[in-house]
């Protein structure tokens, strides 16, 4: 039986294709996959596309995050592995930094942070990736009639994610050679909702640019994935904050 091969379109005949080494059968991604393979593999497995992939996130991220998706894998590196790499690159170059998020703080509010808050200053690599399946929601919702499950949304997701970490290492690196903190926490933050919202809206628009959208419909809910994750945020701030002032 022949099969045609998904990452370089060569007809094959086996398990592996002749021509690029990619596996005949891909799946398609749901969530068991996602746990019990993707998780799992990526975590205790290394594969050869690290500087391939990261320099394909950084040209034509949402193409090539699109193609991963539809089967084109073997030149890619693991979305988990590369957030993992990203994450614990990211905290140990972050130990050196001179960004402290609790200096944006007043001391007269400290006393009165409610325990969001506080979570949300001290541990911000935690909170990204606590975004990544509440963003993967929103995306999933303003591109519900294209061809994409929830899992694969988790998916485009890391990877903008591992992205947008990478950047931000690149800025924690230059603020080494800096010392005042406080300008350079307001600085990190500004680079940091920069770069999300013209990277995360250039990803996006790539990504489901051929979903049956027109250009200016990709363009606004590419836009509006990351406005309305805002308003969610600040939604949950407020409750949280008025839950602990009922409270005591």
């Known amino acids: 039986m022949q099969n045609t091969c998904l990452n370089c379109s060569q007809t094959v005949t086996t398990v ?17 996959h996602f746990i019990e393979h993707d998780f799992i593999h ?15 996130l950084f040209t034509r991220p949402g ?17 988990i592995t590369l957030l993992v790499l990203a994450i614990t690159f990211s905290a140990l170059i972050s130990h050196y930094s001179h960004i402290n998020f609790g200096d944006l703080v007043p001391e007269s509010s400290k006393s009165t942070m ?8 001290a541990y911000p690599k935690i909170v990204m990736l606590i975004t990544i399946p509440i963003t993967s929601f929103f995306s999933y919702i303003w591109f519900r009639k294209a ?41 990190y933050l500004l680079a940091t909702y920069l770069v999300s919202l ?24 590419s836009l509006m994935i990351p ?8 939604v949950i701030g407020y409750l949280s904050g008025a839950i602990a002032a009922a409270l005591h």
């Not at 592996?16 to 068991?32: A, E, V, W």
């Not at 409610?114 to 200053?121: A, L, R, V």
């Not at 988790?154 to 800025?171: Q, R």
């Open 63 to 79: 193409h090539s995050v699109r193609e991963y998706i539809q089967g084109k894998r073997v030149n890619y590196f693991s979305f």
């Open 198 to 221: 013209t990277y995360g809206t250039w990803f996006y628009f790539q990504f489901f640019s051929q979903s049956g959208y027109s250009r200016v419909s990709v363009l606004f809910r």
């Open 147 to 187: 061809s994409f499950n929830y899992s694969e949304h988790l998916v485009l997701n890391c990877y903008k994610m591992a992205a947008e970490m990478i950047a931000g290492m690149v800025f924690t690196l230059i603020t080494l050679f800096f010392d005042n903190s406080k300008t350079l926490t307001y600085l």
């Open 16 to 32: 592996y294709c002749g021509s690029c080494g990619q596996k005949t059968s891909t799946h398609r991604y749901s969530l068991k």
């Open 42 to 56: 990526g975590v205790w497995h290394v594969d050869k596309g690290l500087l391939f992939t990261v320099k394909e």
């Open 114 to 121: 409610n325990s969001f808050q506080k979570f949300t200053s």
């Open 227 to 234: 406005f309305t994750f805002m308003l969610f945020v600040m």
